[in-house]
């Protein structure tokens, strides 16, 4: 039994919690709940709160270290641990697991609005351990042995603004590539997720080519509408959902019209893969082949 009210939003992930202020110091047995939720849901959603930057980064930091600064995203100035997500910057409409393409990727993150355009600008995420559990066992037999090189220089879509360019070229300035299972373990519940997104560029040991169409057919399963579910944004939600088990994707269809969400993340873990191999990084990244 938990000390407030929970009510899933969506059949294979998502709850959103009430009767919890995030702005008060929670206490143990109350985070430890929230912790639970977490792990159970995978994505947890908190409506009418009123945060302030030092208090998501108080909540986020409960979950673990935070990440302490983006490597290249624009950080808050006064808080380099908090990256504005800005749609005049960017606009992840693209399945994706966060920074996947560093050896750690981010436990979580949590995201809070702060501008939100008059109509759109969803947020979408997709269970990765039910995309796995859908896989046929023919296809799960070879998941389960491929490993994906990600890269934060995998196609990404461009706004083709000034602005957007220039926040392009300073993601891409410094080229990361790391090998991850393609079925990780989750390291807290044990269950085989599919670990792919928009930075998995390439299965190992196979070209582009090769690899493009078994990414795809792997990435449908996890996208699945029923594997999804989708929050519309208000004035003072806030949400933090497990990257290690989950994608995202943020809806493009707001238009020219301002939104920015706050985002804190927290430090994550080197995958492991079924056999217990870690995740590696790439020493020599090949350069973009078409
Ligand atoms: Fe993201």
């Given at each position: 039994?938990?000390?407030?009210?929970?009510?899933?939003?969506?059949?294979?992930?998502?709850?959103?919690?009430?009767?919890?202020?995030?702005?008060t110091e929670l206490s143990d047995s109350v985070f430890c709940q929230i912790?639970?939720?977490?792990?159970a849901h995978k994505v947890l959603v908190f409506r009418d709160q009123q945060?302030?930057?030092?208090?998501?980064?108080?909540?986020?930091?409960?979950?673990?270290?935070?990440?302490?600064?983006?490597?290249?995203?624009?950080?808050?100035?006064?808080?380099?641990?908090?990256?504005?997500?800005?749609?005049?910057?960017?606009?992840?409409?693209?399945?994706?697991?966060?920074?996947?393409?560093?050896?750690?990727?981010?436990?979580?993150?949590?995201?809070?609005?702060?501008?939100?355009?008059?109509?759109?600008?969803?947020?979408?995420?997709?269970?990765?351990?039910?995309?796995?559990?859908?896989?046929?066992?023919?296809?799960?037999?070879v998941a389960d042995r491929l490993w994906a090189v990600h890269t934060n220089?995998?196609?990404?879509?461009?706004?083709?603004?000034?602005?957007?360019?220039?926040?392009?070229?300073?993601?891409?300035?410094?080229?990361?590539?790391?090998?991850?299972?393609?079925?990780?373990?989750?390291?807290?519940?044990?269950?085989?997720?599919?670990?792919?997104?928009?930075?998995?560029?390439?299965?190992?040991?196979?070209?582009?080519?090769?690899?493009?169409?078994?990414?795809?057919?792997?990435?449908?399963?996890?996208?699945?509408?029923?594997?999804?579910?989708?929050?519309?944004?208000?004035?003072?939600?806030?949400?933090?959902?497990?990257?290690?088990?989950?994608?995202?994707?943020?809806?493009?269809?707001?238009?020219?019209?301002?939104?920015?969400?706050?985002?804190?993340?927290?430090?994550?873990?080197?995958?492991?893969?079924?056999?217990?191999?870690?995740?590696?990084?790439?020493?020599?990244?090949?350069?973009?082949?078409?």
């Amino acid at each position: 039994m938990y000390n407030f009210d929970i009510r899933r939003i969506g059949g294979r992930l998502g709850a959103e919690i009430t009767g919890v202020d995030l702005s008060t110091e929670l206490s143990d047995s109350v985070f430890c709940q929230i912790e639970e939720a977490f792990l159970a849901h995978k994505v947890l959603v908190f409506r009418d709160q009123q945060l302030s930057d030092a208090a998501q980064l108080a909540f986020a930091g409960r979950f673990g270290p935070l990440t302490q600064k983006h490597p290249m995203m624009r950080t808050a100035d006064e808080n380099p641990q908090v990256i504005p997500v800005d749609g005049e910057d960017q606009r992840a409409d693209h399945w994706h697991t966060d920074i996947s393409f560093s050896v750690t990727p981010s436990l979580g993150t949590s995201l809070r609005s702060i501008v939100l355009p008059p109509y759109g600008g969803d947020t979408l995420v997709a269970n990765a351990a039910a995309g796995y559990q859908d896989l046929p066992r023919e296809l799960r037999e070879v998941a389960d042995r491929l490993w994906a090189v990600h890269t934060n220089h995998a196609e990404q879509p461009r706004l083709g603004t000034e602005r957007g360019e220039a926040v392009r070229r300073a993601f891409l300035a410094k080229r990361y590539e790391t090998a991850h299972p393609v079925v990780r373990v989750h390291p807290e519940s044990g269950e085989p997720v599919l670990f792919l997104g928009g930075f998995a560029q390439r299965l190992v040991g196979m070209t582009l080519r090769e690899s493009r169409p078994i990414l795809d057919v792997l990435q449908s399963y996890v996208r699945r509408p029923e594997n999804q579910v989708r929050w519309s944004w208000r004035p003072g939600d806030v949400m933090i959902f497990d990257n290690r088990s989950t994608q995202h994707y943020a809806v493009n269809d707001y238009d020219s019209h301002k939104r920015v969400l706050h985002r804190v993340s927290i430090t994550g873990d080197l995958p492991r893969s079924l056999d217990g191999r870690t995740s590696y990084p790439i020493e020599n990244p090949q350069e973009d082949t078409p």
